[in-house]
T-cell receptor, first 112, second 117 residues
Framework: DAGVTQSPTHLIKTRGQQVTLRCSPK?????VSWYQQALGQGPQFIFQ???????QRGNFPDRFSGHQFPNYSSELNVNALLLGDSALYLC???????????FGQGTRLTVV | AQKVTQAQTEISVVEKEDVTLDCVYE???????LFWYKQPPSGELVFLIR??????QNEISGRYSWNFQKSTSSFNFTITASQVVDSAVYFC??????????????FGTGTRLTIIP
């Protein structure tokens, strides 16, 4: 049983560019959440998707947007990249009826 | 607002020693969940335990044990007879319950544990 998979593993972008990160949830999971983890910090909640809709959102600007597809996979898009967007982006999947969240290995984004 | 505090930034112990990682949380809800995750150098967060606010029984899983005390809003994690493979960053997290089910996790800043051979 494959766990949560994220792609790409690493990414380098230039300030002002746009980036798309991808996540495939664990088999049987219908809810996907995205987190940003800056170096030396704990993960910060960005948003959560269920039934292709954004259910909850953390304190992140509108430059951060997402999408969930009918197969429950998800994308995180970040526009107009800033140097401060450099971080590890983690995807977590779970069942909405509340089970523990399982995390992927993350995408390391570096903005230069 | 929810908050999780892990006051210990870094801990180093010699292999086979016991070590306790502290976690203090703040929430206004009466129903909530507490978690511990392990983050090895690979980056993936590995789930260790989930505890709901109505279950204050301590839990033991092999060399791991957890002490939940609502009176002090603490959820501490102890590793007995530590091993080098336990070296990682450990995060405590809090989730409030709602009709939506799985809520967002609020994480502490983590404790970097180094086990010295």
């Amino acid at each position: 049983d494959a766990g949560v998979t994220q792609s790409p593993t690493h990414l380098i972008k230039t300030r002002g560019q746009q980036v798309t990160l991808r996540c495939s949830p664990k088999s049987g999971h219908d809810t996907v959440s995205w987190y940003q983890q800056a170096l030396g910090q704990g993960p910060q909640f960005i948003f959560q998707y269920y039934e292709e809709e954004e259910r909850q959102r953390g304190n992140f600007p509108d430059r951060f947007s997402g999408h969930q597809f009918p197969n429950y996979s998800s994308e995180l898009n970040v526009n107009a990249l800033l140097l401060g967007d450099s971080a590890l982006y983690l995807c977590a999947s779970s069942l909405l009826s509340f089970t523990e969240a399982f995390f992927g290995q993350g995408t390391r984004l570096t903005v230069v | 607002a929810q908050k999780v505090t892990q006051a210990q930034t870094e801990i180093s112990v010699v292999e086979k020693e016991d070590v306790t990682l502290d976690c203090v949380y703040e929430t206004r809800d009466t129903t909530y969940y507490l978690f511990w995750y392990k983050q090895p150098p690979s980056g993936e967060l590995v789930f260790l335990i989930r505890r709901n606010s109505f279950d204050e029984q301590n839990e033991i899983s092999g060399r791991y044990s957890w002490n939940f005390q609502k009176s002090t809003s603490s959820f501490n994690f102890t590793i007995t007879a530590s091993q080098v493979v336990d070296s990682a960053v450990y995060f405590c997290a809090l989730s409030e319950s709602s009709n939506f089910g799985n809520e967002k996790l609020t994480f502490g800043t983590g404790t970097r544990l180094t086990i010295i051979p």
